[in-house]
Structures are given as C-alpha cells and as structure tokens.
C-alpha cells in the first residue's frame, strides 16, 4: 500500500534574509528589464534601474509580504504553491494600490467615471501580470530558504 509521503519543510534566519536579498535581486532584474524595454536608457539609467528596483523590491517583500508568510510558516504552510500564491497576492494587491492612489485612499486628479473605471481596468490588468511576476519571485524565494525534511 503507497503511504502518503509527508514533506516538512524547514528553514533558518540566515536561508530566509538570503531569500529576502534573493527576491530583492531579482526584482531590480525585473527593474532593469522593464527599463530596458522601455526607454534608451544608457549603462547608468539601467543600473540606477536595477539598484532602486532591487532596493524597493526588498523593502516591499520585507514589508508587505514577510508578516504573511510568517504566518503561512506557523501555520504549516510552508509549500512552494503556498509560497507563489503569497508572492502573486501581494504583488497584485501592492501593484493596484499603487496605480489607484492608494485605492483611492489618496489625492487623485479629477476624473469622470469613464476615466476612473479605465484607471481601475488598467490596474487590475497589468498588476495581474506583475503578480505572475511576483509568483515566480515568491517561487526563488521559497526554494532558498526552505530545505525539505523527509
């Protein structure tokens, strides 16, 4: 008869801040890469990319995403899928905040109805597509902190 195979995953306070430096790393990557695409920018323009998106993207995960996953942790979830479902959900929620004013929380030049659904269409969309980002960061991340204990 086949067991069910339990995995335990487990980590350390230095695998994790490596994670956390990792995901940072890779977010000034995506940084660069949108950056790239994006403009003309010279060898100084991309690094500047790269150094303030490796910079936020840790300060965001530190942030945002390091108090959820402490409770995923605790809470034995500690799974690669847990760890992408963490990653995208943070991202998409810190992606639209960001392009809605703070979900309208703050100041924002006046608009019509048309404009402001268009604004909130735009959001949801591309932040969808960070999110997918932010998954496979989450995914990275997981994979350097966590050793899996059979």
């Given at each position: 008869m086949n067991e069910l195979r339990m995995h335990h995953h487990e980590t350390t306070l230095d695998r994790a801040g490596l994670a956390v430096a990792v995901g940072g790393?890779?977010?000034?990557?995506?940084?660069?890469?949108?950056?790239?695409m994006g403009s003309t920018s010279g060898p100084l323009g991309l690094t500047a990319a790269f150094i303030l998106g490796?910079?936020?993207?840790?300060?965001?995960?530190t942030a945002v995403a390091t108090p959820i996953w402490i409770f995923m942790h605790l809470t034995g979830r500690r799974a690669a899928g847990h760890a992408?479902?963490?990653?995208?959900?943070?991202?998409?929620?810190?992606?639209?905040?960001?392009?809605?004013?703070?979900?309208?929380?703050?100041?924002?030049?006046?608009?019509?109805?048309?404009?402001?659904?268009?604004?909130?269409?735009?959001?949801?969309?591309?932040?969808?597509?960070?999110a997918a980002v932010a998954a496979?960061?989450?995914?990275?991340?997981?994979?350097?902190?966590?050793r899996s204990l059979r």
């Open positions: 790393l890779l977010g000034g990557a995506v940084a660069m890469g949108l950056a790239a490796a910079l936020l993207c840790a300060l965001a995960i992408a479902l963490v990653g995208a959900a943070t991202g998409f929620v810190v992606f639209v905040f960001s392009q809605t004013y703070g979900f309208g929380l703050f100041e924002a030049p006046p608009s019509d109805l048309q404009t402001l659904l268009f604004r909130w269409a735009s959001a949801a969309a591309t932040s969808v597509i960070l496979v960061i989450g995914l990275v991340m997981w994979r350097v902190a966590y």
